[in-house]
């Protein structure tokens, strides 16, 4: 059973940075490729950055390039997304994704198999 549990979240003023943390449990992910997504209130979900857990590839929205990071830490099953210089518009719901590495795009949300319960970033003005 795989479980996937978010951490990290919280409020923060516009400018300000947070660190979101995806701890993975229930097999082995070197195969796996980890997102993360976000859905804003009345918005739909969108794709935020992705990491490949066996080579480290990464893909970014343009809404976080240059200024959100996605690592990776193997031993541990986890990914982290850094986000930095935070804007009002960032705040939303962010979950956690991960789904066997395969040809499929990195920046769809249904083509990833498990998913976090999701946290609660906030960015005040």
């Known amino acids: 059973q795989v479980r996937l549990v978010e951490s990290g979240g919280g409020l923060v003023q516009a400018g300000g940075s947070l660190r979101l943390t995806c701890a993975a449990s229930?097999?082995?992910?070197?195969?796996?490729?980890m997102a993360w997504f976000r859905r804003a209130p009345g918005k739909d979900r969108e794709f935020v950055a992705a990491?490949?857990?066996?080579?480290?590839?990464?893909e970014y929205a343009d809404s976080g390039k240059g200024r959100f990071t996605i690592s990776k830490d193997i031993a541990k099953s986890t990914v982290y997304l850094e986000m930095n210089n935070l804007k009002a518009e960032d705040t939303a719901v962010y979950y956690c994704?991960?789904?066997?590495?395969?040809?499929?795009?990195?920046?769809?949300?249904?083509?990833?198999?498990?998913w976090g319960q999701g946290t609660q970033v906030t960015v005040s003005t």
């Open positions: 229930g097999r082995t992910f070197s195969n796996y490729a």
């Open positions: 990491i490949t857990l066996n080579d480290g590839d990464t």
């Open positions: 994704a991960a789904k066997i590495k395969n040809l499929r795009a990195l920046n769809i949300g249904r083509f990833y198999n498990y």
